[in-house]
């Protein structure tokens, strides 16, 4: 299942609430934003950022742990965001907080205040990944958020983290299917990454934690993919949004600035694969959807030459009259 649009508004709060820095975190350099903006400050933002013309936009307070923020704080930037609501500038507030600060009470609260999305940067359900992640909460944390955001009528988004220290490919397959089972709305998936700044580089320096190369961060996320679409959970963004000053920091790590287009063409180059077992000819046409002919085909072309190297077979990739997530194959 893809995404449905939704125009976001971000508004980037970085480190603002955090308790403490978790290792692979330095918003500074991943979301290049240095400083929380203020209420005020992020009304002039808003003013100049909304308009009648996006009424339906969600204004997003991201990059810190909103609901940790003092609440005289915290409702200023709430109140600020709903004013554009009651102008009609805006339809409702998401924000991203951490799984040990929210409760049923909090999130009734925001539920109140014109928030309709929560998304809990749950990272990993395996306690030992967590603390060596220096995250401070628990996998037991993040069920206990989970349901306190559902109960509260909020929508769920969860945030997970590939290739962290300690973690493996089976256990967060583990964490996977754990997050399957909490129902989340949408989520996100991202494989760790060292920048610097982080006390994960100081770690890597250290030789104390070996990134995933991006070959096993791709298998890995597509794998996670496909889990979460099976069970009808919507995956809306599969790696951290490239940028100049995410390249610039960055150390090692599997960062590829397409990395979720990769993810989409191995989840393709599966399913080619096993339809083409059951298919006898010396060479096949694989017709798919125009809006997927990238996925299909693979960055230059590289799903092709796996294809004919893997069955072989000549392989071409057409655009056609594939519905999306399909395609037929022909002699
Ligand atoms: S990962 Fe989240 S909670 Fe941890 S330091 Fe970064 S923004 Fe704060």
């Not at 709903?82 to 600060?101: C, K, V």
């Amino acid at each position: 299942m893809r995404a449905v649009k939704e125009t976001i508004v971000p508004v980037f709060i970085p480190h603002k609430g955090c308790p403490h820095l978790c290792v692979f975190c330095n918003q500074k350099n991943i979301s290049g934003a240095y400083k929380a903006p203020s209420p005020e400050e992020v009304r002039d933002y808003l003013s100049g950022a909304l308009s009648h013309e996006n009424s339906d936009a969600t204004i997003a307070f991201y990059g810190g742990t909103f609901t940790a923020i003092p609440w005289p704080e915290q409702e200023k930037y709430l109140s600020v965001a709903s004013e554009f609501i009651d102008m009609g500038f805006a339809s409702g507030i998401r924000l991203s907080t951490r799984p040990d600060e929210i409760d049923a009470e909090r999130a009734r609260v925001l539920k109140e205040h014109n928030v309709k999305t929560v998304e809990l940067g749950v990272q990993s359900m395996d306690d030992s990944v967590l603390e060596k992640a220096g995250r401070g909460h628990t996998g037991a944390d993040a069920m206990r958020a989970a349901k306190a955001v559902k109960d509260a009528g909020l929508e769920l988004g969860i945030q997970l983290m590939a290739g962290l220290p300690g973690d493996s490919g089976e256990r967060f397959l583990y964490t996977v299917s754990d997050t399957v089972r909490l129902q989340p709305h949408f989520v996100r998936i991202y494989p760790a990454l060292v920048v610097e700044g982080s006390a994960l580089a100081d770690m890597w320096r250290r030789g104390e934690c070996v990134p995933l190369s991006l070959l096993e961060a791709v298998e890995l996320c597509a794998q996670a993919v496909g889990m979460f679409e099976a069970a009808g959970i919507m995956v809306i963004r599969i790696g951290l949004q490239p940028g100049e000053d995410l390249e610039k920091s960055l150390l090692a790590g599997p960062y590829h600035p397409a990395f979720g287009h990769l993810v989409r063409s191995r989840i393709a180059l599966r399913k080619m694969l096993g339809a083409l077992e059951n298919f006898s000819g010396e060479s096949a046409e694989i017709v798919v959807n125009p809006r997927e002919l990238s996925v299909y085909k693979g960055i230059r072309n590289a799903n092709v030459r796996e294809l004919e190297k893997s069955t072989g077979r000549k392989i071409k990739i057409s655009p056609g009259d594939a519905d999306f997530g399909t395609f037929k194959i022909r002699p």
